[in-house]
């Protein structure tokens, strides 16, 4: 199982920036997928989440700004993201969680990371 993220590069503070992960391999069914980002300096931490059915869950700094989605026919997940800030500068990587055949453990995969740079 792979993911594969995309859509970052450097924005204004107060731009938008969409990013985009898209799972691909032996995947029977997708639970949890999320986003998570990392500063320089600081530890990596939870931006959003969304289960399969929908729910979503958004970290305190970022709620108001930034819609998690998904489409489970594209085995991808979305971020999008606005009125950034220059805080939001960080590696981005997307989680999911990921069950490659029937009755078998969910096992969480990362992309290899984006960079967003929010600067003037």
């Known amino acids: 199982v792979q993911l594969q993220a995309s859509g970052g590069g450097l924005v204004q503070p107060g731009g938008s920036l969409r990013l985009s992960c898209a799972a691909s391999?032996?995947?029977?069914?997708?639970?949890?997928m999320g986003w998570y980002r990392q500063a320089p300096g600081k530890q990596r931490e939870m931006v959003a989440t969304?289960?399969?059915?929908?729910?979503?869950s958004y970290a305190d700094s970022v709620k108001g700004r930034f819609t998690i989605s998904r489409d489970n026919t594209k085995s991808t997940v979305y971020l999008q993201m606005n009125s950034v800030e220059p805080e939001d500068t960080a590696v981005y990587y997307c989680n999911a969680g990921v069950s490659t055949s029937w009755g078998e453990t969910y096992r969480y995969y990362w992309g290899q990371g984006t960079l967003v740079t929010v600067s003037s």
């Open positions: 391999g032996r995947i029977f069914r997708i639970n949890v």
């Open positions: 969304i289960t399969a059915g929908g729910r979503t």
